[in-house]
């Protein structure tokens, strides 16, 4: 009986210690509170959505300016909905990765009606470097217009949009007022 019991001691230690030895994926994705919403790192090619659903491809990816997604070595294609910088997109972070492999840290929002990943970090697949944070879009966007607390408030391409349209985006049509 205490050779068995010696015998179970040994493999539990031979397992803690390979779970501290075996290389480790270190995830720094911050939950958000978003329903169906889980921490994951996807591996995989940075493709442009279009041309990967519709064959209607750009060069380079379209260079940041259209959708980006990941494609995994299983053939699951992961649409990149957003990056960390608030109503914005990851494209910019992701363009430079076209074609290429990555690790992107994030989080994939299953949700019935429709799958995103909502990249918070990417880098290179197979690096040991920290994930680089998904915010070149403000960094772009202040190059542009300078600082601001809430840029999507003062944003002139939106705001002329909106001048023009309306916040309903047909001209002359109004919310309706709260009760």
């Known amino acids: 009986m205490v050779s068995a019991l010696i015998r179970k001691s040994a493999a ?3 397992v803690a210690a390979l779970a501290v030895l075996a290389p480790a994926v ?6 958000w509170g978003i329903p169906h919403e889980k921490p994951v790192v996807l591996k995989g090619r940075v493709v442009e959505a279009l041309c990967h659903l519709k064959g209607v491809c750009a060069p380079d990816c379209g260079a940041g300016k259209r959708q980006l997604g990941i494609l995994e070595a299983d ?7 957003k990056g960390q910088v608030d109503f914005a997109g990851a494209a910019p972070d992701l363009a430079g990765f076209c074609g290429r492999e990555v690790e992107a840290d994030g989080l994939l929002i299953e ?35 300078g600082a601001a607390p809430e840029w999507w408030r003062a944003d002139p391409e939106s705001n002329a949009i ?7 985006g ?9 009760p």
């Open 26 to 31: 270190v995830q720094a994705a911050e939950p």
């Open 170 to 178: 047909i001209k002359g049509l109004l919310p309706q007022p709260k």
């Open 75 to 81: 053939g699951r294609f992961r649409l990149v909905g």
């Open 12 to 14: 539990g230690l031979c």
């Open 111 to 145: 949700n019935p009606a429709i799958t995103l990943f909502f990249a918070q970090g990417v880098r290179e697949a197979g690096s040991s470097a920290p994930f680089t944070p998904t915010d070149r879009f403000k960094t772009q966007w202040e190059a542009r217009n």
């Open 162 to 168: 909106l001048a023009e349209n309306g916040p309903l």
